[in-house]
């Protein structure tokens, strides 16, 4: 029997300012871009819209500018159903932004200007500690503070609450520090970057996660864009294959895995049920433009899961 789970996301939220091309100007030139999009994102953002959209109770931990953005960022979130009394409006900065560009294969670059974000502290993290101890699953990414993920995660363990962390953006961590996580998630950049180690197919995913074991780090799952996801801990690997799909724009995919596998995982479905349907999940966001504007209803998952 499936239970409703509560994910509780203490993560970034951003405005995506998406443009559409194939050719990016030199300096001191001017040219055409073929569309723009304006659109509501930032990793934890769209990871809480998936979760939501999946079914789960959602919560947002969170800090946004005091411009045209931040105001509205709230508002999305409350549209969406996700509690956002502990995202607060941060004096004297800018909403976290990013600039996006998706060419015509689908496949997005993305700059991301932290803004508020960076002001997300382990004081909030205290100011939100009612609310996170009433989680099932508390889900973070690296768009704010380093020191805020840690702080984070030691509460997560220390009070038994399930974490799931996002190392994206990709960068150096201390794994000693993600060895509190239950499940680290990266793409393939993302692994390479915490491993040291390429990462350009299943074979050399296997090598990455078995080595970030080793390291310490208890559940790794990559997520391998066209080729799937391989999920490796001390009980073995698993890999998920890919739903075939014709991509129109792939970016906030990962975001969707993540954000459907905490709601499946916390809905009381076994790690390889949970692991196959965010596969699915991801692939049918990347049918259409845009960030969380391009992630499906429950209903519509379970259509294509079926
Ligand atoms: O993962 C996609 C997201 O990365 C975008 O929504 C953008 O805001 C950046 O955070």
Redesign the pocket.
């Known amino acids: 029997m499936e239970r409703q789970p509560h994910v509780v996301v203490v993560g970034?939220a951003?405005?995506?300012l998406t443009t559409f091309t194939d050719l990016f100007p030199r300096p001191g030139e001017t040219i055409f871009g073929r569309k723009f999009q304006l659109?509501f994102?930032?990793?934890g953002?769209?990871q809480a819209v998936a979760s939501a959209l999946c079914g789960a109770k959602v919560s947002m931990v969170a800090r946004v500018g005091d411009d045209l953005f931040g105001p509205a960022t709230v508002q999305n979130f409350m549209a969406q159903g996700i509690d956002a009394s502990h995202v607060w409006i941060t004096r004297g900065e800018s909403s976290?932004?990013?600039p996006?560009f998706v060419d015509s294969a689908g496949q997005?670059r993305?700059l991301?200007v932290k803004g508020a974000n960076d002001a997300l502290t382990p004081a909030d993290v205290d100011a939100a500690a009612p609310l996170l101890r009433q989680a099932d699953c508390i889900v973070l990414q690296l768009?704010v503070p380093v020191e805020t993920v840690y702080y984070t995660l030691r509460f997560a363990r220390r009070n038994g609450i399930r974490s799931i962390l996002n190392p994206?953006?990709g960068q150096p961590l201390d794994l000693a520090e993600l060895a509190n996580a239950d499940y680290v998630v990266p793409n393939e950049t993302e692994a390479e970057a915490l491993s040291g180690m390429p990462v350009r197919n299943i074979e050399e995913a296997r090598v990455c996660a078995q080595h970030l074991l080793d390291s310490g780090l208890r559940r790794v799952i990559i997520t391998l864009g066209g080729n799937g996801a391989l999920c490796a801990s001390a009980d073995g690997m698993e890999h998920a294959p890919p739903h075939r799909v014709e991509p129109m724009d792939t970016?906030?995919a990962?975001?969707a895995f993540i954000g459907s596998f905490a709601c499946f995982l916390g809905s009381g479905m076994a790690e390889s049920e949970a692991l196959a349907r965010a596969n699915v999940y991801a692939a049918l966001s990347t049918l259409s433009v845009g960030?969380?504007m391009s992630f499906v209803t429950r209903e519509r998952f379970e259509a294509a899961w079926r």
């Open positions: 970034s951003n405005i995506d659109g994102g930032g990793k953002a769209n976290g932004v990013a996006i997005n993305i991301v768009e994206a953006p970016t906030g990962g975001d960030t969380q």
